[in-house]
Nanobody, 120 residues
């Protein structure tokens, strides 16, 4: 079965950096649209960014554009979220998700999430 396992979260000061990893099993990350979402306490889940299959084009929400970068390592079957210039408002649980096609609105597979806390 498909498993997405996030890691790399933690506590960091504002202005710092973290790199999250999403290790996949049961699917190949270069054959799926892989995305990152986040959910802060009391708020709805928010799209952060995604990387398309094959070509690997990336797209980001306006709130993280220029600070966050999504990449993937096909050999390790892992997707990364490099987060720089972190702000307290980036504090959230970050989730990795996957879907096979943009003809499907919802993401089919989700990880368990990893907590990111940014202190001011």
């Amino acid at each position: 079965q498909v498993q997405l396992v996030e890691s790399g979260g933690g506590l960091v000061q504002a202005g710092g950096s973290l790199r999250l990893s999403c290790a996949a099993s049961g699917l190949f990350v270069n054959r799926y649209i892989m995305a990152w979402f986040r959910q802060a306490p009391g708020k709805e889940r928010e799209f952060v960014g995604r990387i398309t299959k094959s070509v690997g084009s990336t797209y980001y929400s306006d709130s993280v554009k220029g600070r966050f970068t999504i990449s993937r390592d096909n050999a390790k079957n892992t997707v990364y979220l490099q987060m720089n210039s972190l702000k307290p408002e980036d504090t959230a649980v970050y989730y990795c998700a996957a879907k096979n096609s943009d003809y499907v609105v919802d993401y089919s597979y989700w990880g368990q999430g990893t907590q990111v806390t940014v202190s001011s």
